[in-house]
């Protein structure tokens, strides 16, 4: 394969005082209510998705992604409010922040007792399913089926925790079903549909368990990008403070070389199974190894990330032959965004635009606009509110979050969200916690360094720190600005708004913004 082949020329919203969002359902109901294919993938980033530009943009081979975002809307501005994968999906169940629904951090449990959209759907007269990833912990409610992985899941040979079956709690105990993890969960998708009651509609959640960590990818896309050298990202040899002047360290591409080295070294000394290996790059001159990680990283995932959008082909296929697309809402979402090479990256977790992000595309060929694209300010927390809203049912109970029905139809309500805030939890020294909030042009962010005893956090505390970026004039954030004239006012303006938006999201602890 050579570089010629990708060449591929609401319901009005408001925040009350006390934190609590409400949104009218204004719009008349249609008779025949819309079934829901929600899709998720996991760390499936916006750069990789081929309808958001960057330097992967025309690499991506994505064209069911691309067929989405040609038949229905693209979110051009959608952020999660804790980016990593087991908050981001609370968020995206209940309409709430991690303070709220109690689930902060990869190491905690749901609270399975809360309110939630399915459950919200089911006593509307949906029938509800989920398959694939759950990675929640406590047994799945709200739906009729389930048929999820035990914790992250494998990419080979799976097991799935099935309704039919006692709950096994932590066990890795279930269904084990031989073949690739990603076309494994679309086909018990499909024969869900098929056999689901006709004369109700349904909502069906489609998990992927990729592109996580590993990235691997079944035979067939084995030769894919094959002979490809992929461009890098201008802040690639981001090598920290003495180059952008920001407070941490990271998750840098040598830690991902670590990785590959003990694991070919001794594959069972690692958590997972890398493709591809042996892989070393000792020897190197520093520039060299981290290039040469970069394109093993980019490879594997792209070649993850076409596994997906295989079966999302197939996906649409079933709909189509069972002639219910144009009453079915299709939505393609990652739970957050991820790094890949960004600041000489790998991971998520961190404020900064490729982990913060949510790649988003709805479907819905009665209501929403062919190839449009949307660039309101959407959170993760809005998901169950458009999704009650569609459904004629009530929004979660706890919900933070407003329908942006009227926005995917083009009537972006006055009052909308002009910003957002953003929490991450978790404490390590390389990725220390912190909080902050973005608008259409700035970001502050406040690297408080303080555990407060959350699950999986290093006990020990790091230096507070602030970063701020101009994302007009700096839109890749490698100059932290915090400390520039200039910007004096802007920043104690936005000081306040942090601190409004922290009192009506209810999140007040003993961090104080100084």
Known sequence: MNNSFF???????????????????????????PNILFILSDDHTSQSWGIYGGVLGEYACNENIRRLATE???????????????????????????????????????????DNIAKELKAGGYQTAIIGKWHLKTQPQGFDYYSVFHDQGEYRDPTFINSTDPWSGERN????????????????????????????????CCHFKATHEPWDFPERMKHLYDGVVFPEPENLFD???????????????????????????????????????????????????????????????????ATIDDNIGKLLQALDEMKIAENTIVVYVSDQGYFLGEHGFFDKRIMYEPSLRMPFVIRYPKEIPAGTRNKDMI????????LADYAGVKAPEQSQGCSFRKNLAGNTPKEWRKNMYYRYWTHHLNRPA????????????????????????????????????????????????????????????????????????????TIRIK
């Not at 020329?9 to 969002?21: P, W, Y």
């Not at 999660?80 to 709430?96: E, F, K, Q, V």
């Not at 912190?434 to 959350?454: C, Q, S, T, V």
Request: proline letters at 4%; hydrophobic letters at 30%.
């Open 72 to 114: 229905g809307c693209v979110l051009e501005n959608c952020f999660c409010t804790n980016s990593i994968s087991s908050p981001s999906r609370a968020s995206i169940l209940t309409g709430a922040y991690s303070h709220v629904n109690g689930l902060y951090t990869l190491d905690d449990a749901f609270d399975e007792n809360q």
């Open 434 to 509: 912190h909080l902050g909030i973005r608008n259409e042009r700035y970001k502050l962010i406040y690297f408080y360094g303080d555990p407060l005893a959350m699950t999986g956090s290093a006990k020990e505390k790091t230096a507070p720190a602030w970063e701020f970026y101009d994302l007009q004039e700096d839109p890749h954030e490698n100059h932290n600005a915090y400390h520039e004239e200039r910007y004096r006012k802007i920043i104690a303006d936005m000081k306040e708004d942090l601190i409004r938006l922290r009192k009506e999201y209810k999140d007040e602890d």
């Open 173 to 204: 105990y279930g269904e084990r079903v031989h073949g690739f993890s990603t076309d494994i969960v679309t086909e018990k998708v499909i024969k869900w549909m098929k056999e689901a009651n006709k004369e109700k509609p349904f909502m069906i």
């Open 239 to 305: 090598w920290g403070q003495e180059t952008t002047g920001r407070s941490f360290s990271g998750q840098p591409l040598e830690e991902l070389v670590r990785r590959w080295g003990v694991a070919s070294d001794d594959p069972d000394k690692w958590w997972c199974r890398y493709p591809e290996l042996p892989f070393y790059t000792k020897g190197m001159q520093r520039t060299s190894a981290r290039s040469a990680a970069y394109q093993k990283l980019v490879r594997d995932y792209l070649r993850c990330g």
């Open 7 to 33: 060449k591929i020329g609401l319901a009005a919203c408001c925040v009350l005082g006390n934190g609590l969002s409400v949104f009218a359902i204004d719009q008349p109901r249609q008779t025949q209510r």
């Open 379 to 386: 959170l993760n927390i809005d998901f169950a509110s458009l």
